[in-house]
């Protein structure tokens, strides 16, 4: 089980902004932000945490360097309605449409999901199983 994942931004405040419009429908928030100030060791002026309940379990940095390297994050979902909350409110926060939400029978037959790729390519998806 993953405790918590974090992801390498170009633009720290863009992909912030972005992440807690788009995951807020899923019932994430800013749980946790550490500065330099705090955190000494940290090469980079802030971080922060995004969760549910508490718990921060994605974390977001700024990129040291270009380039990023775009990868694939899943957030479960309680309902289908989510998944649609999901997918318009990133895209209404700046996301590119990269899977429109429905049925991908392919991988279970009541798998419900839409996919949107975020300010850096990463390409977020938000899932129900139900």
Known sequence: MIDH???IVRDY???KAFYLAALAPLGYGLVMQLSKAEV?????????GLGVGGKPDLWLRPALEDPVSPTH???RAESR???DAFYRAA???GGRDNGAPGLRPQYHPNYYGAFVLDPDGYNIEAVHHG
Do not use: K, N, T
């Not at 000494?40 to 922060?48: F, G, K, R, T």
């Open 91 to 93: 895209l209404e926060a």
């Open 13 to 15: 405040g863009v992909s």
């Open 40 to 48: 000494p060791h940290l090469p980079y002026d802030e971080i922060c």
């Open 81 to 83: 309605e989510a998944v």
């Open 73 to 75: 994050i899943a957030f």
């Open 5 to 7: 994942y974090s992801l």
